[in-house]
């Protein structure tokens, strides 16, 4: 028989068992220790060997030892993925999230059940409406708030006070309740202990091979990406991905925004002084003295606000470096939260004369990418002028999901934004929704009184999140992330030199 029609673990088997002649018999034991003791598990037998009955841990242990490997150091019988088991499978991933299998989801149900109240509109308002389409314009009731306590049976999310309204809001209910069937889905996949193939990166590629940024898929495909066949597979990729493609797809000179798509007059000029840095012509420098040539300094992305994306693996943010070879990026993450939930990852370091407002450098990340992060507001590191001076041709601001008209946060930002205006600098930023980025324009043209030029006009992200995420103070409230994408800056007046007035 060919090895090769014989899977791995069989042909294993089969060299390491003692061979036994034709004339030999092999010796059967008839005692009572092997008569009670379980049969053995087959080789290709996915469960474990169930335990010994009481009798037969009684009795004295038998001299028949099962064949050892020597290769692997365990018994051919013990599976080589015991402690590497997926909890949950790829059709077992609905559960409800209060009797969920993994307790950080049941964790996260006792807060969603604290912290929520029920939509319905009989119970009187717990907030100020945020959009048109917040359910809580709906309550026009007596009954007190109530939290949420009754979960649905369809989607497993805690969604209603109980039953009765629970059924008599329905209609309104199964309007997300697919996209709530579908989070959960996805979040039990991230708790399943399965193999995520899709968060394996691929490194650089020759300069000839083209990105094609017309949508995800072109983009995966052109980076070489391994095949991502599996829709829930896809959305856990996107979700980390569309941080550093997001701005790519905008700064590259295969961008698919052009004047015909969203991009102003005024964002050519700002976007083409950037791509003149950032697509180098070939100098044809070498590995001698005479082929020596000046490198230009990194390009610096000043992310404000950062919250998740700066803990996201590195290797996820070096993906834009392998967009632009030639090329050397220094993220600047800036913002109090940019730390949070890192603390045992990266101590904050003491603030000392040499580093006076505490950064934390991460410089070992190849020789195309160094991230710095900044747990402080960016007046304050702008007032001292840590970064000055600012080059619109080798830098950029990105804020994501900043919440710049958002009540909660817009007193945060209100000093920042002339500051960001009189840099003259491109700034890019994302919202949730189209009613989010609406109402950050509506407050930056209300701030800025006509001092500001829009580079890109509002509208959906092509290299959005395609993974839904659920509000757990509000389980009616679902957004995915960077789902909208526009710019602006600090508006530029050209100076014309004076001729003298006509007829001198």
Same mark, same amino acid.
């Given at each position: 028989m060919a090895t090769n029609s014989i899977c791995s673990r069989c042909l294993r088997l089969a060299t390491q068992l003692p061979r036994t002649t034709t004339k030999e018999t092999p010796r059967r034991a008839f005692t009572s220790t092997t008569r009670h003791q379980p049969s053995r598990r087959r080789i290709h037998q996915s469960t474990l060997r169930p335990a010994p009955s009481l009798e037969a841990s009684t009795q004295p242990p038998t001299t028949e030892f099962p064949p050892f490997s020597?290769?692997?150091?365990?018994?051919?019988?013990?599976?080589?993925?015991?402690?590497?088991?997926?909890?949950?499978?790829?059709?077992?991933?609905? /559960?409800?999230?209060?009797?969920?299998?993994?307790?950080?989801?049941?964790?996260?149900?006792?807060?969603?059940?604290?912290?929520?109240?029920?939509?319905? +509109?009989? /119970?009187?308002?717990?907030?100020?409406?945020?959009? +048109?389409?917040?359910?809580?314009?709906?309550?026009?009731?007596?009954?007190?708030?109530? /939290?949420?306590?009754?979960?649905?049976?369809?989607c497993g999310i805690p969604v209603s006070c109980c039953e009765e309204h629970f059924a008599s809001d329905y209609e309104s209910h199964i309007q997300i309740c697919d996209t709530l069937k579908q989070i959960n889905e996805d979040d039990h996949d991230l708790v399943s202990g399965r193999f995520f193939p899709e968060f394996q990166y691929p490194s650089s590629q020759i300069e000839e091979a083209q990105v094609n940024m017309t949508n995800w898929d072109t983009l995966l495909y052109s980076r070489e990406f391994n095949a991502i066949n599996d829709e829930r597979s896809m959305r856990q990729a996107t979700r980390l991905l569309t941080y550093p493609m997001t701005i790519g797809s905008i700064l590259h000179e295969l961008s698919p925004y052009s004047l015909k798509d969203r991009l102003t007059p005024e964002g050519l000029r700002s976007l083409s002084a950037l791509r003149y840095t950032m697509h180098p012509p070939r100098t044809g420098a070498g590995t001698t003295i005479s082929g020596l040539r000046p490198n230009p300094p990194p390009i610096r992305l000043f992310i404000l606000g950062a919250r998740a994306e700066s803990s996201l693996p590195r290797e996820v943010w070096i993906q834009?470096?392998?967009?632009?070879?030639?090329?050397?990026?220094?993220?600047?993450?800036?913002?109090?939260?940019?730390?949070?939930?890192?603390?045992?990852?990266?101590?904050?370091?003491?603030?000392?004369?040499?580093?006076?407002?505490?950064?934390?450098?991460?410089?070992?990340?190849?020789?195309?990418?160094?991230?710095? &992060?900044?747990?402080?507001?960016?007046? &304050?590191?702008?007032?001292?002028?840590?970064?000055? +001076?600012f080059d619109p041709y080798f830098d950029a601001f990105v804020l994501f999901h900043p919440g710049l008209g958002h009540p909660a946060s817009s007193h945060e930002w209100a000093p920042t934004l002339p500051q960001l205006l009189a840099t003259k600098v491109p700034i890019l930023c994302t919202g949730y929704s189209a009613f989010d980025m609406e109402r950050d324009i509506a407050w930056v043209k209300e701030q800025a009184g006509g001092e500001m030029d829009v580079l890109m006009e509002p509208g959906e992200n092509r290299f959005r999140s395609l993974r839904w995420d659920l509000n757990d103070l509000d389980p009616g409230d679902v957004s995915c992330g960077n789902w909208g994408v526009w710019a602006f800056r600090g508006k530029r007046y050209e100076a014309d030199e004076y001729r003298g007035k006509e007829g001198e």
């Open positions: 020597a290769t692997r150091g365990r018994t051919i019988d013990q599976p080589s993925n015991i402690h590497e088991r997926a909890l949950l499978q790829p059709n077992n991933l609905l /559960h409800s999230f209060t009797n969920s299998p993994a307790p950080q989801i049941r964790k996260r149900a006792a807060i969603i059940r604290q912290n929520a109240y029920c939509p319905h +509109p009989s /119970h009187q308002p717990t907030r100020n409406p945020q959009s +048109p389409d917040d359910p809580e314009n709906r309550k026009t009731g007596t009954q007190p708030p109530a /939290h949420v306590r009754y979960e649905c049976p369809d834009l470096s392998h967009l632009f070879p030639r090329l050397s990026f220094h993220l600047i993450f800036i913002g109090p939260e940019s730390m949070s939930n890192r603390d045992d990852e990266f101590p904050l370091p003491p603030r000392t004369d040499s580093n006076p407002y505490g950064a934390i450098v991460e410089d070992r990340l190849g020789g195309g990418m160094k991230v710095t &992060t900044y747990v402080e507001y960016f007046h &304050t590191l702008f007032e001292a002028q840590h970064f000055a +001076p």
